[in-house]
């Protein structure tokens, strides 16, 4: 079950219109991926390795803001190395990410019950436009930003453009993720902040930039909408869309 958090140490939204999700860690299970990508592209050019752990706390930032966390100090030309590299790798890799059990039928589900759902990613336009198609997701979102046409997490920029465009308060807004840097960016854009504790940051390091909840699955999010009086029970009485399965 999910676990909650003291509701004195945030507040709990009186309407939600707008979900926002974080793709890699959160929707999709896609670390051995990314790391896979990593290695390959620090490979092709010689690098000294980085740990694993190193590696997976990267996951959520954007490429460039990784590459500076990984190797600091580089210059542009290298940067620009690095991203050609990481992104034939990706693209070319053979490990496919799969969804996480339960989030297409929670997508679909809160779709439904008339939520607007987003994505903030630090993924590439490229990368999500990819991954989107592949799980036949495109048309589940009214919005997506991407770290390559916006500010990178934690900066609030993407999900304050994601509200301008949706034409949604902040405060009617939800923010989902499984890294700090998506918490953090949910806190300076006045969104409200729910952890998953299953990606790639610790849920002790997740409760610090305390979360309204901290869901040990994606689909326990619908059960706690349902609690915090934000989703009419009644609309959980029919099975998820035929779409959904």
Same mark, same amino acid.
């Given at each position: 079950?999910?676990?909650? @958090?003291?509701?004195?140490?945030?507040?709990?939204?009186?309407?939600?219109?707008?979900?926002?999700?974080?793709?890699?860690?959160?929707?999709?299970? *896609?670390?051995?991926?990314?790391?896979?990508?990593?290695?390959?592209?620090?490979?092709?050019?010689?690098?000294?390795?980085? *740990?694993?752990?190193?590696?997976?706390?990267?996951?959520?930032?954007?490429?460039?803001?990784?590459?500076?966390?990984?190797?600091?100090?580089?210059?542009?030309?290298?940067?620009?190395?690095?991203?050609?590299?990481?992104?034939?790798?990706?693209?070319?890799?053979?490990?496919? *990410?799969?969804?996480?059990?339960?989030?297409?039928?929670?997508?679909?589900?809160?779709?439904?019950?008339?939520?607007?759902?987003?994505?903030?990613?630090?993924?590439?336009?490229?990368?999500?436009?990819?991954?989107?198609?592949?799980?036949?997701?495109?048309?589940?979102?009214?919005?997506?930003?991407?770290?390559?046409?916006?500010?990178?997490?934690?900066?609030?920029?993407?999900?304050?453009?994601?509200?301008?465009?949706?034409?949604?308060?902040?405060?009617?807004?939800?923010?989902?993720?499984?890294?700090?840097?998506?918490?953090?960016?949910?806190?300076?854009?006045?969104?409200?902040?729910?952890? @998953? *504790?299953?990606? @790639?940051?610790?849920?002790?390091?997740?409760?610090?930039?305390?979360?309204?909840?901290?869901?040990?699955?994606?689909?326990?999010?619908?059960?706690?909408?349902?609690?915090?009086?934000?989703?009419?029970?009644?609309?959980?009485?029919?099975?998820?869309?035929?779409?959904?399965?």
């Amino acid at each position: 079950m999910h676990s909650m @958090v003291d509701r004195k140490k945030g507040r709990t939204p009186e309407k939600v219109q707008l979900i926002v999700f974080d793709w890699d860690g959160t929707l999709m299970d *896609s670390e051995t991926q990314i790391v896979h990508a990593l290695y390959a592209a620090i490979d092709d050019l010689e690098l000294e390795r980085r *740990s694993i752990d190193q590696c997976r706390n990267i996951i959520g930032l954007g490429l460039r803001e990784a590459i500076d966390t990984l190797y600091p100090g580089r210059d542009e030309a290298f940067r620009r190395r690095f991203v050609d590299r990481y992104r034939h790798h990706w693209f070319a890799d053979t490990h496919t *990410s799969e969804l996480f059990p339960g989030a297409r039928e929670t997508l679909h589900l809160l779709k439904e019950c008339g939520f607007e759902l987003a994505i903030a990613t630090g993924k590439g336009r490229t990368g999500l436009n990819k991954v989107l198609l592949a799980t036949e997701l495109e048309t589940v979102f009214s919005a997506t930003r991407c770290s390559d046409e916006t500010q990178s997490k934690p900066h609030p920029q993407m999900l304050l453009e994601i509200l301008r465009e949706l034409d949604i308060e902040a405060h009617r807004a939800l923010m989902v993720g499984d890294t700090e840097y998506d918490l953090a960016m949910a806190v300076e854009a006045g969104v409200a902040p729910i952890a @998953v *504790s299953y990606g @790639v940051h610790e849920r002790e390091r997740l409760l610090e930039h305390r979360p309204l909840a901290c869901l040990d699955n994606i689909s326990e999010l619908v059960d706690w909408l349902a609690e915090a009086n934000l989703l009419d029970p009644g609309l959980l009485s029919q099975p998820p869309l035929a779409a959904a399965d």
